[in-house]
């Protein structure tokens, strides 16, 4: 395809790149995509393999570059981001002695902001086709408040701002993109916190059925006193906490040529029959038009802008690596450059703003490209910090919770994501695990629940903490057998999703080191505010009361040399914290009206350049507590209309 017949260049694959490419290839307008790590699969079963061999199974262990080499093992060599093309986090990169290492880590992580104690950002993505394919799935509204921080509570969190749009703009695109996800949830049980639908409007599919471990948290939450939710600060203590249906991408019955859910609890990192969506459904959708073309490992690297403020083109490098091997000594580059009328990067709140901060354009635009008026990108990163605590119900409950039985999370608490404490500390939603304590255990050496408890028994350790009387001493047998499931059917975890405030002093940077094809890594300064720590002491309040309410004993573990570490003061004790990424990067080149404080308008078209747009949760002014990927999803659609009617 020839440059001049080029309408739109998308700078990316994932959920916004995959989206715009199809509305657009179903208009007829031709596309072309730059995907920097490899393409489509013709079926997931390298991946599965890749999945079922790797040492550990964290999210990126099923995906490209490989991470672990022959034998399972975590390889050395394709993990230096030195020398990968395309390099990308990984969980394992933000161990306690790895995160601040550049020679380990991808992102280049400060410690320090002046006497500022920072912390790491701990959140990871892939750089694939379809770069968030282990993704969980949820599908979440925006509540209109989410909107209108600045409007609500401004006053007492100055960092706060509105949205150029509310909930009204978006409620229709909410409904357009449940359906091309394929959302399974109820209508009626979505109706809270003034969320609203269409008369008659009803989800692509009915709710996935919950689990035994929701069942247990509603009736523990069920009847309540108002002493005891009254920290939470509500206009008025409740008297019972809802669990409601967690809508999700996942089929609950065929839809679009893809099975229902049976259950693996494998959501992250991957479905194995894939009845979760992911970008490559709709990326294999875009194309099989004839106007779209997809040009795998382009790593862009620089965006042009001539005289007249328009982008005129991309500069990009191609790279090959010998694909049976991934041995990167046979590394091969080629550069080139793409023109068209309107660009769109669609890179991630972290891969874009790397992006325009490294065209500089011979110092035309020496703070890079779609920062001359704001000089806000790469600034207002968030994510929502993570808290996660894990119990056990006694051997005498009545109901055993039977984990592992159905997708990972089919439920959660979503009352408590609004209220007047807003204007305190952060809002928090509440998910409810059914994989009882896998990933909350885990080991580098023995992997994650329930692999490390049945390790403690057989050789008599106690990683899980649930051997404690009989370290020293392993089983076998029927005894092994019998203990694993007396204790095993009674784990259970919760998680909460912290609001984050939109700090200009977490952002993304360039920084010295290189990659593989020596352009600068990003480098990240990130740590949380009193606002959001607040929010994480109400979660442990909450906590408190659940597990109080369950009857159930806790093993929640804070390590020791967890660089999240902080103390706060709750009923008058000390209590030492933490917290986790939850994957949801957001806010690095943000939406607003006003040019001089933010980077795109509310179409997501750039201020600075009028045939650019920066799509994904980038352009969130505020991160609210739902999971990011409807709402960016939504906002995708909103956007290709829109450039649709100006190519």
Known sequence: ?????????????????????????????????????????????????????????????????????????????????????????????????VWSNPKKSYLVQNTKDGDKKLTPFSSTYDRVAGGTSHWLGTSLRFVPNDFRMKSLYGKSVPEFVDWPIGYDDLADWYGKAEAELGVSADV??????????????RYPMPAIPESLTDRAVRDALRVLKTEETAFLKMAQPPTEIKVLGTPAARNSQPYRNRRACAGNTNCIPICPIQ????????????????????????????????????????KYIRYSID??????????????????????????????????????????TP???????????????????YYVAWAQLPINAAKQLWPYRGPLITSGIEDLRDGPFRAERGAFRVDIGNEGWNFVVADAAFGGDPDVTTIDFVNGVNRSGLNGGRSGAGMFGPALTKTLNDNITRQFRVGFLIEQTPDPGNRVTLSKYTDGLGLRRPEISYSLSPYSRRGIVAARQMTDLLFQKMGAKEFTNVGKNDPTLFEERINGKSVTLNYGGAGHIMGTYRMGSDPTQSVVDSFQRSHDHDNLYLVGSGTFPTGATAN????????ALRTAERIAKRV
């Open 1 to 97: 395809m020839a440059d001049d017949d080029i309408d739109v260049v998308i700078v990316g694959s994932g959920f916004a790149g995959a989206l715009i490419a199809n509305e657009l290839a179903k208009r007829g307008k031709r596309v072309v995509i730059l995907e920097a790590g490899g393409g489509i699969p013709s079926d997931i079963n390298d991946y599965m393999e890749r999945f079922y061999k790797a040492s550990a199974k964290v999210p990126e262990s099923p995906y490209t570059p490989n991470m672990f080499d022959s034998n399972g093992q975590l390889s050395d060599e394709l993990n230096d981001p030195g020398k990968l093309p395309a390099g990308r986090p990984s969980v394992l990169s933000l161990a306690t002695d």
């Open 188 to 201: 009626q049980e979505q109706k809270y916190l003034d969320i609203y639908f269409p008369d008659g409007y």
């Open 275 to 314: 009845a979760k969506y992911d970008p490559t459904i709709t990326l294999n959708e875009a194309l099989n038009h004839k106007s779209v073309t997809m040009m795998k490992h382009t790593v862009a690297y620089d965006v042009v802008v001539d005289e007249s403020g328009r982008v005129s083109e991309i």
């Open 323 to 364: 694909t049976k091997s991934d041995r990167l000594q046979n590394l091969q580059r080629v550069e080139g450059s793409i023109k068209a009328k309107i660009f769109v990067i669609a890179a991630h709140a972290i891969e874009t703003p790397r992006l325009l901060l490294m065209s500089t354009n011979e110092g035309r």
């Open 367 to 385: 703070e890079g490209v779609a920062n001359r008026r704001s000089g806000m990108v790469g600034k207002h990163l968030m994510d929502h910090p």
């Open 628 to 635: 990011p990927t409807l709402t960016l999803s939504a906002l």
